[in-house]
Structures are given as structure tokens and as C-alpha cells.
């Protein structure tokens, strides 16, 4: 109570003090104005009025401050808004006193000019902006001594000035503003709060002994990866360090925002090189609120990221369903909302029904598989027991309890498969192809690296560097396409509401990123030379490994659709007879616990056509590899059996990566 009355007392007597200098600046101008008036027209006739004019003036401006809260604002750190309510408060006063002076009968004040009236109010003005202003316009801003990091600054507009003015501000951050960057040339040659524009983003190099730059901060609200790139080639060559300011995705929903003033490291998904597609939200979150969602996979990137976002919807309830119980238990951790865990691994088919049985979702996002293609190579019948069965599994039990809506994950290595991962996910794309009823809306997603995720080659690189290296990449020529998890979880969800059936979609990726290239600007992005502090090792290709990734066969047809970042492909048919065969055969040999037999089943079932023999029980030849890049192989969807060729139920597969 006492710390209240303190608190209290000590707003009364700010107030006080501010209303006394604005009663002050009030009187003083318009009795200046009143008395120039005066005294070059000998009136004395006016002092009456001028008098009157003064009591008017003064209840009308303090109201008008009050009535514009401009007695409850920080003055410190006022801007724009304040003065715009300030010139307001103001306008509001004068346009009083000139009505009044109009029809005025108390004191008659006519004898004035309307002049005086607009000249002393001008002149109040000026003076109340003067008493609020004085700390921003009579000190010089706080400059650091010279000490700490000396930075240069990409950009001069608002952005750049802000950075600037953080910086100059906060000393204790240890950052010097040297020099201010920018490709307009209009701005070349004027100075930023005191620092100089030097020239465009290409002269960085040129002049950094001269400026003694030791960082570039990149200070551009959204910069375009051309601009991103331009900005880092331009650092890398004057052999410093690059960040980059916060933007408002960084700020936003974020648990430890960084600090503005502070810029934040340059992050890989910054060099994308094309923009973030945008998603029907308001579409997604009507399909899923008060919905029952299972999710496969919840432990993995992909699975949890699924729930998190699942959850911002308002489902009735989130099931996450997963074999590892830490990762299980990391992902409920990070999500909000009713939610349920299931231990399960998806190869128990008793386990898979149970869970159905007992919570009857309505909507499935199956993300669980097998993924890292070295090890499924050595381990073909973990990859179809789980990539094959397990999806089989989930099919299944999602048919025979209604589910409305199915989502598989899927890879864009089940484009013309060259790995046991790419086989086993494609043929698993089948199964779902054939065992959609059509009353229902069952769907395949195809996405290629999500950065980020476990077992990717960005955390491997990051592991590298910070161990000292060497970063191993396995060829030059190596290109993957890449995306955030946020993007392509986003895009998982709006294809669960594309399907219209028997549809493939891809996304527009860009261009590939080359990994040696790739790992170049990580270790760049590091603070680290290439080849004098980080090696780069090349080891060669990995099992299963190809040079490049593709995102539709060339027998897939493309269409637009009306999402501008997603085309339509349409897969040819295949023979549910052949599919049945090889299922069967599959099962067989996993029984039998013959890797060479899964692994030869696997790729023959892949690149299965009307006219193709599967091998026989007895087949003892190698393991034959799916077509090579530069010759299609077919691929589609098959029908349950019993029909001989016919086109997919309403099922759709997107295409990502």
C-alpha cells in the first residue's frame, strides 16, 4: 500500500510539473504574440482581449493535451505518434479559439486578428514540443568510446536507421556503427545519424581497411535471397562476419526473443532462395477444429511439428503415436491442447486396430518410416516391415473405421527409386493408392530435405564445424532441394484438403542447392576460411545415394492448379494384380529373413509395368536397381484386385521437397 501511494504521488507530481511548463509555454506564446500585436498597432484596447484570449488559450490547450493523452506517455522514448498527437491537440485548440473568436461575447476578443491567434499558437506549439522533445534535441546521442566490434550497416532507410541508432544507444552490446551500405545511390555521400553512407553493398570489400570493418549487418526488413547472397558474397570477400537484424518472424510467437539492437546469425534457410508459400490458414484450421487427429511419427521432426501445428487448430483431440518413448515424450512437451500418447509401433497390426478402435479418429497424418537411406541399404527388411507393412497397417485400420482423411509422408526419393528408402516409400504410396475407399479422401505427400530434421546434412555439417572439420561431402556435383519443417508441414496440411482424386502434386522448389556449396557458406557462416581453418573431405557416395533428387517421373503429366506454387501430375495406372504378387512375395522373404530376396522384391515391385514378371521364389539374381535417372520408369497406383487395370480412387499424392 505505502509502495502505492508512492508510486501515486510520483505520477501527481510529473503531471504537475509538465502541466506547469505547459501553462508556462502556453502564456508565453500567445502573450508574445499578444503584445507584438500590441505594440506595432498602439492599441490599448487590445489588453483586455489579450487577456481573455490567454485564460481561453490555456484551459483549451491543456484540455486538448489531456483529451490526448498527452500527459501519459513516455517522453523518453516518444516518435512519430506523439508528435502527429501533438500537432492534433494543437489544431484542435486553435480551431476553438478561432470559432470562439468568430461569435465571442464575454471579454470580446474580436479586436484581434485571427493571425495573432494562429501566430501564438504556432509559437505554444513549438514551445510544448520543446518541453517534451528537450532530452532528444539538446543532448547528442549516446556514443559508445570506439570500443567493441566496428560494424557495417546494409541499409539506410528505416530498418538501417534503427540498427543505427540501437547500436549508438546501447554500448554495452559492443557495437560500433562505422559505416552504412546501400545500392541506392541517392544515398551516397549523406550520413546516417552521424555515420557515413558509403556506397553500394559491392564496395564492402574496397573499403574495409579504410572504415576498419570487422562485421556486416545485413539491416533489411525481408531481404531477397538475390539480395541475401549478393550481401554475403560481398562479406565473404572482405573476409568478416555476417548477421543478420531480427525480423518480425523471428519475434513473432518466439519463447526467447532476441533482442532488436542484437543481430542474430545467419541461418541456412535464409539462402533458400525462394520465398515461403503461403498457406490457406483459415481453411485448414475449419478442417481440423474439433476433429480427432492421429499422428504416426509424432516423435520424429516432421510428426511433432505436425502436432504443434495441428494444436494451434482446436482439435477435439491429438493421438501421438510413436515406438520411441523419449521422443515420444519430447514431443507432448512441446505442443498445447488435449492430447494423448500411444507407444505403439506401427508393424503390430493388433496394436494399429486397437488404437482405432479405441479413439476413432477422423483425420490420420501417417509420418512414420524408416529414413536414412546408408542404413536401409544394409537393412531391406526393417525398411519394408515398416516403410511397406507398417503403412499397409495403418491403410487398413484407417479403411475399416472410416477415417475421413489419410496423409502419408512420402519422399522424393520414391521419384524413379534408386535406394531401398525410395522403393519401400513408393510401393508404400501404392498400397495407399489401392486400398483407399472411395468414399474417402486418402493422400501421399512427397517432400525431399526438411532443414534441420535429424540425420540431415545440415545438423552433420554443424557438427563438423564445431568439432574443427573436415566437413565431408560424398560428391561436387551433389544437389538436394530443401525446405523449412514449418513450410512443409504448413503444405502437409493444406494438401489434406486438396485431393480430388487420383492426383499428384508437386511444389515449385526452386532451383536445387548444391551441398558442396552448401557446405562452403556454412563454414563461411561460422566465422571460418574454407581450406585454411575447415577442411572439405569428399568421400563418395553413400549407398542408395544419387547425385540429384527429382520431383515427378517423366511420365507424370503436370498441370497447374489453383495454388501458384503447386502443379498437378497425373501417374499412369498399374496392375493391382502386380501389386498383390508382390506383397506376397515381400511377406515371404521377410519371413524367411532373406535380405537379398526383400531387397530384389522391393526394387522389381517399384518399377513395376502391366507386362512385368516379378522375380520367382527360386530367383537367385542380384538385386536389380530401379531404371537409372535418364530412363523412366513408370510408376502409379494400382486397384484393389480383382480388376485389371484401372485409374486411382480419389487419392491424391503432393509433391514437395
Keep these: 500500500m505505502p509502495q502505492s501511494i508512492a508510486i501515486i504521488a510520483s505520477r501527481v507530481r510529473s503531471h504537475l510539473i509538465l502541466v506547469s511548463l505547459d501553462s508556462a509555454v502556453i502564456i508565453t506564446g500567445y502573450g508574445a504574440a499578444g503584445l507584438l500585436y500590441s505594440r506595432n498597432n498602439n492599441s490599448a484596447r487590445s489588453w483586455p482581449d489579450l487577456l481573455f484570449l490567454l485564460a481561453v488559450a490555456l484551459g483549451a490547450h491543456l484540455l486538448t493535451l489531456h483529451v490526448c493523452s498527452l500527459y501519459r506517455r513516455m517522453w523518453r522514448h516518444a516518435g512519430i505518434e506523439e508528435v502527429r498527437l501533438l500537432i492534433v491537440s494543437s489544431a484542435a485548440a486553435m480551431t476553438f479559439l478561432i470559432a470562439l473568436h468568430g461569435g465571442a461575447r464575454l471579454g470580446d476578443f474580436r479586436e484581434l486578428p485571427v493571425g495573432v491567434i494562429l501566430f501564438a499558437g504556432v509559437l505554444a506549439t513549438l514551445g510544448i514540443g520543446v518541453v517534451r522533445f528537450q532530452s532528444r534535441l539538446l543532448l547528442s546521442p549516446r556514443r559508445s568510446d570506439g570500443a567493441g566490434l566496428r560494424v557495417a550497416v546494409i541499409g539506410s532507410r528505416d530498418a538501417g536507421a534503427s540498427a543505427v541508432r540501437d547500436m549508438l544507444n546501447n554500448p554495452r552490446a559492443g557495437l560500433v556503427p562505422v559505416a552504412v551500405f546501400d545500392d541506392d545511390p541517392r544515398a551516397h555521400g549523406l550520413s546516417l545519424r552521424g555515420v557515413p553512407v558509403v556506397g553500394p553493398v559491392d564496395a564492402i570489400p574496397q573499403v574495409k581497411t579504410t572504415y576498419g570493418i570487422e562485421q556486416v549487418v545485413l539491416a533489411i526488413p525481408s531481404p531477397s535471397p538475390d539480395l541475401m547472397h549478393q550481401s554475403l558474397l560481398a562479406a565473404e570477400a572482405a573476409g568478416v562476419t555476417m548477421k543478420l537484424l531480427p525480423g518480425m518472424s523471428d519475434l513473432a510467437g518466439a ?306 492448379t489453383s495454388h501458384p506454387s503447386i502443379l498437378r501430375l497425373a501417374p499412369p495406372p498399374v496392375h493391382a494384380d502386380v501389386l498383390d504378387k508382390g506383397l506376397l512375395q515381400l511377406q515371404e522373404a521377410i519371413d524367411m529373413r532373406q535380405s537379398q530376396r526383400v531387397h530384389e522384391v522391393l526394387f522389381a515391385l517399384a518399377a513395376s509395368v502391366p507386362h512385368l514378371a516379378l522375380p520367382s521364389s527360386s530367383s537367385s539374381v542380384q538385386p536389380a536397381p530401379s531404371a537409372p535417372s535418364d530412363q523412366p520408369a513408370p510408376s502409379g497406383s494400382s486397384v484393389p484386385s480383382g480388376s485389371s487395370v484401372a485409374a486411382a480412387p480419389s487419392v491424391a499424392t503432393v509433391v514437395l521437397a
Design 255 to 560: 519463447k526467447h526473443r532476441p533482442p532488436v539492437h542484437l543481430p542474430r546469425e545467419f541461418r541456412i534457410e535464409d539462402l533458400l532462395g525462394r520465398p515461403q508459400v503461403a498457406t490457406d490458414l483459415d481453411a485448414v484450421s475449419h478442417s481440423l477444429e474439433s476433429q480427432r487427429v492421429l499422428i504416426t511419427g509424432a516423435g520424429g521432426s516432421i510428426g511433432a511439428e505436425i502436432a504443434r501445428q495441428v494444436a494451434r487448430f482446436h482439435p477435439e483431440l491429438v493421438i501421438l503415436l510413436d515406438r520411441d518413448e523419449t521422443h515420444l515424450h519430447d514431443a507432448i512437451s512441446n505442443m498445447t491442447g488435449p492430447r494423448q500418447q500411444e507407444l505403439v509401433d506401427i508393424r503390430n497390426p493388433e496394436a494399429i486396430f486397437d488404437v482405432f478402435d479405441r479413439y476413432r479418429p477422423s483425420i490420420v497424418f501417417h509420418a512414420a518410416a524408416h529414413k536414412h537411406v546408408p542404413i536401409l541399404e544394409a537393412h531391406p527388411i526393417e525398411a519394408a516391415k515398416t516403410n511397406v507393412f507398417g503403412t499397409l497397417n495403418m491403410v487398413e485400420a484407417a479403411a475399416a473405421h472410416g477415417v475421413a482423411r489419410f496423409v502419408m509422408i512420402s519422399t522424393d526419393k520414391a521419384v524413379r527409386p534408386k535406394s531401398v528408402m525410395g522403393a519401400a516409400k513408393l510401393i508404400g504410396e501404392r498400397i495407399l493408392l489401392a486400398q483407399t475407399p472411395t468414399s474417402t479422401t486418402f493422400s501421399s505427400v512427397r517432400f525431399g530435405n526438411v532443414l534441420g530434421s535429424r540425420g540431415s546434412v545440415i545438423p552433420t555439417f554443424a557438427r563438423q564445424i564445431a568439432s574443427g572439420g573436415p566437413v565431408t561431402v560424398t560428391d561436387p556435383l551433389m544437389t538436394r532441394f530443401f525446405m523449412t519443417v514449418e513450410e512443409a508441414v504448413q503444405l502437409v496440411l493444406q494438401a489434406s484438403l486438396s485431393a480430388t482424386g487420383g492426383d499428384i502434386f508437386m511444389l515449385d522448389m526452386g532451383e536445387p542447392v548444391s551441398i558442396l556449396d552448401l557446405a562452403r557458406r556454412m563454414i563461411r557462416l561460422s566465422g571460418f576460411a574454407v581450406g585454411s581453418e575447415i577442411d572439405i573431405e569428399f568421400v563418395g557416395g553413400r549407398p542408395g545415394e544419387r547425385l540429384s533428387e527429382e520431383l515427378c517421373s517423366p511420365d507424370e503429366e503436370r498441370t497447374p
